[in-house]
């Protein structure tokens, strides 16, 4: 499944591009983001689908570099980590990549800051 | 919110596969939450599909690190949208809009994405413009329509107006003035698509091994830190 004709389609006027990431399930992270967000236009998950693409490809990119500059061809959670401290605009990611908890876990990632330490006994 | 709601909805809105196999590691056990691991996160399928966009094809991925950013997707969403909800907020407004989110992004130090973010809407809102007028058989306009009464102000977008139809969502505008404006009108048929519009296989290798560092060259820090969002606009 090719997706590099979606967005030139999209360029010379045919169907809009099947956006990569779905629209309701980032809607669905939007809403639990915080008891108060209430309602959200149709297009700001739109403009999160395209936003979410870039900000993989930019980590995927600063922390496929950490990889290459140890001699790796696979890319790592150490790998993503160091690019994470590197970089000033995902700071906000230290906490979550930093601490011992993998996917899968419900709680919510500052949940599991503050309760690592009883998790891990 | 409540995060021991079972969410049984069908989460593959807009062509991604959704619910793809991300229980697969095991650390469930003794969770007293039973939200759906697939509704936290992006589809794993999705997200390796636009990392690879700019790996080697030599190049593996780890499934920790799959896993990590996929976590990291999730969190991303949350963090613009918290601070996108507190404008809403001091604003008095309801509805998160676009232009909040992409105001979000500026303010958190995302600003590089927020110039091919407004491409892309601009585009988007231009292409659901002309397939709503199509529908309706009413003549095209392409140009900047008389100012609209809206929340923010002027409202920049085309598709506001143009065919008089009342607009369901709030107002929204880009805080682009009007000669940015013409710029990517302009040059909206030039450059379009970021990564996806790579047509082969040769054009990304090209791409990516300036990023992660040609072994003739040297060093290519510089590439990686203004990391080119535009790179196939040129």
Known sequence: ?121 | MNPCSNNNSGGGGGGGGGGSANNDNGSGAGNQCTVREQDRFMPIANVIRIMRKVLPTHAKISDDAKETIQECVSEYISFITSEANERCQREQRKTITAEDVLWAMSKLGFDDYVEPLSVYLQRYREHEGDHRGSIRGEPIQLKRPAAVASEGGVDHSPAVGVYGLPQLQAAYHFPATEPHHHHHQQQQHQHFGFYGASATGGEMGGYYMGVYGDPETGSSQELVDNFDLYAHYK
């Open chain 1, 1 to 121: 499944m090719r997706q590099a004709g979606i967005y030139s389609g999209m360029m010379w006027g045919k169907k809009p591009c099947p956006h990569s990431l779905p629209l309701s399930r980032i809607k669905k992270i939007m809403k639990k983001s915080g008891e108060d967000v209430k309602m959200i236009s149709c297009e700001a998950p739109l403009v999160f689908a395209k936003a979410c693409e870039l900000f993989i490809q930019q980590l995927t990119v600063r922390s496929y570099k950490v990889s290459v500059q140890a001699n790796k061809r696979t890319l790592q959670k150490d790998d993503i980590i160091t690019a994470v401290k590197a970089t000033d605009v995902f700071d906000f990611l230290m906490d979550m990549v930093s601490s011992a908890s993998v996917a899968g876990d419900c709680m919510k990632p500052t949940r599991e800051r503050t309760y690592g330490f009883m998790l891990k006994e």
